[in-house]
């Protein structure tokens, strides 16, 4: 799974597919991918279960798969907590440079 997203025109199809399906084709065309690249990034994609195809007539429609994703971001979970603790830095840090230009 993580083979398959670090590569970078992957991780633009997943992006791609977050805001809905689309056709390998518009996936081709939106992403500048030729569409046997196209194909053969969704198909790793499909292997590791982070998409999954339906086909509509001719066409092959990929969709995010939650499943795949869920199982994506349970590993990511715990590493969380090293940036959280940096974020809720900046956030205090910026909160308090906004008050002193207040004054």
């Given at each position: 799974?993580f083979?398959?997203?670090?590569?970078?025109?992957?991780?633009?199809i997943?992006?791609?597919?977050?805001?809905?399906?689309?056709?390998v084709?518009?996936?081709?065309?939106?992403?500048g991918?030729?569409?046997?690249?196209?194909?053969?990034?969704?198909?790793?994609?499909?292997?590791?279960g982070?998409?999954?195809?339906r086909?509509?007539?001719?066409?092959?429609?990929?969709?995010?798969?939650?499943a795949?994703?869920?199982?994506l971001m349970?590993w990511?979970?715990?590493y969380?907590?090293?940036?959280?603790?940096?974020?809720?830095a900046?956030?205090?840090h910026?909160?308090?440079?906004?008050?002193?230009?207040?004054?």
């Amino acid at each position: 799974m993580f083979d398959a997203v670090a590569e970078g025109s992957r991780r633009q199809i997943l992006d791609l597919l977050a805001g809905g399906p689309r056709s390998v084709g518009e996936i081709a065309e939106e992403a500048g991918l030729s569409q046997p690249n196209a194909s053969r990034h969704l198909r790793i994609l499909r292997e590791a279960g982070l998409v999954e195809p339906r086909v509509e007539g001719q066409r092959r429609i990929y969709e995010l798969r939650p499943a795949g994703l869920a199982e994506l971001m349970a590993w990511v979970a715990p590493y969380q907590r090293l940036w959280q603790g940096s974020l809720d830095a900046l956030e205090t840090h910026l909160d308090s440079d906004e008050d002193e230009t207040k004054e």
